[in-house]
């Protein structure tokens, strides 16, 4: 990306509300009125009944949704999703974002029905839920939804609130540093965005990730939540002497794959490991690559761990990783589990992947213990747990 066309993003972004609300409505009437993909879903009784919503990054908000329908007694959530990404998670309802930001009808419409039938509402990410009606403004609409008598939690999920200026200090591998992203300074306005908001809350506030109780203090760790049981159901690896190691990022940049292809490929060529490098896999052919694998390289520049790397370890998969020791130390705190990730950083991982390819049994242990984590801390009983005192209203 070059400077040029970040600054036009960022001046984008620092359009004023009412101006990009009206530019959205003209779009939307120019373009006609996209087909909204799934209507209102029909809320369970029950006490309390959450709304989770808008960004559902990962399928998260719908986990998270189905774990508190699952574990907590008499409760009902459910989960919405404004503006889906590339890959299309499960979700109850998702609205495209010229709707939710030009279309001030369906925005009445949608708040009226978010008063009338939930008591609880998630807002992930800092995201605006009724866009044409607030002018995006975030905390206009939790004043508005205070005011209607329901209880509002904000929720981090990473890239939402992680300041690169502040990674870039924690971490020697931080993504943030030198010139491996060109739109450092877009995240930084971005982040900071979402940051403010989350300053000015007063409630209770919640991060999926260990790391993130950095960016916002005073926050609760909600586990991500991944399906345990059809990760479980993979067959166990070969234990091969030349094992198959696979890295498959998300955003390669992000999770420092510049840094372990050269040593992975190099690897490969001498016969040590099969190297499996996978690119853009959809979310419903990960499970199939994932079974290939007998080490599951995660990443190696945030410092800590997400999605991916539930999967692979609910797979029994041994996954290599750089997770800061103040990450891991949270969360034997907060668990009193080990997190069973093998440390590796760009600097040591040809020995660690030497280490574990001498011996299978030690991959059989910590694939074992990977499955039991994920089992523990990441099947959705903790984050029911975690947001259980605040929909009780304890909190």
């Known amino acids: 990306m070059t400077s040029l066309s970040v600054r036009a993003r960022l001046l984008a972004h620092q359009v004023p509300p009412a101006v990009r609300s009206a530019a959205l409505r003209i779009r939307w009437w120019l373009k006609g009125a996209p087909r909204v993909e799934t209507a209102r879903p029909v809320v369970a009784p029950g006490e309390p009944r959450l709304l989770v919503a808008p960004a559902n990054f990962a399928g998260q908000g719908y986990a998270w949704s189905h774990a508190v329908t699952s574990n907590l007694s008499g409760a009902s959530a459910v989960c919405v999703e404004i503006g889906a990404g590339a890959l299309a998670m499960p979700s109850d309802q998702r609205i495209p ?30 995201r605006p839920l009724f866009g044409a009606l607030f002018h995006r403004d975030v905390q206009a ?16 999920h ?33 982040a900071r965005t979402v940051a403010a908001v989350f300053a000015a809350f007063d409630g209770p506030t919640f991060v999926s990730t260990p790391d993130l109780l950095d960016d916002v203090r005073g926050a609760t760790w909600c586990p991500v939540v991944v399906d345990h049981a059809r990760w479980m159901e993979m067959p166990a690896p070969a234990l091969d002497a030349v094992p198959s190691v696979l890295h498959l990022p998300s955003r390669g ?33 990960v499970p199939e690559v994932v079974q290939a694998a007998d080490i599951v390289l995660d990443q190696f520049r945030i ?84 947001l259980g005192g605040w929909l009780a209203g304890l909190s």
């Not at 609409?141 to 981090?156: N, Q």
């Not at 690169?164 to 995240?187: K, M, T, Y």
């Not at 372990?260 to 690119?279: K, N, Q, S």
């Open 141 to 156: 609409e939790i004043a508005a939804l205070r005011e209607s008598g329901l209880a509002v939690a904000l929720i981090a």
């Open 253 to 285: 940049p992000m999770k420092g794959s510049d840094l372990v292809d050269p040593v992975m490929r190099r690897m490969g060529e001498a016969g040590l490991i099969r190297y499996l490098r996978a690119r853009q896999v959809a979310s419903h052919k």
């Open 97 to 126: 974002s010229v709707v939710a930001d030009g279309d001030r009808e369906w925005a009445r419409q949608q708040l009226a029905w978010v008063r009338a039938n939930f008591s609880h509402v998630l807002l992930e990410a800092g």
């Open 158 to 190: 990473g890239t939402d609130v992680r300041l690169p200026s502040q990674h870039a200090v924690r971490d020697a591998w931080s993504p943030f540093r030198g010139e491996v992203l060109a739109d450092l300074p877009l995240r930084e306005h971005r």
């Open 303 to 386: 410092g800590s761990y997400g999605v991916a790397a539930c999967e692979a370890m609910g797979a029994g998969r041994v996954v290599v990783g750089h997770v800061r020791e103040d990450v891991r130390e949270r969360v034997r705190a907060t668990t009193g589990i080990e997190l069973p990730i093998v440390e590796a950083t760009p600097d040591d991982l040809e020995d660690v992947i030497n280490g574990l390819a001498a011996d299978p049994e030690r991959r059989a242990r910590i694939g074992r213990r990977g499955q039991r984590y994920v089992s523990e801390v990441h099947d959705g009983r903790a984050s029911a747990q975690a």
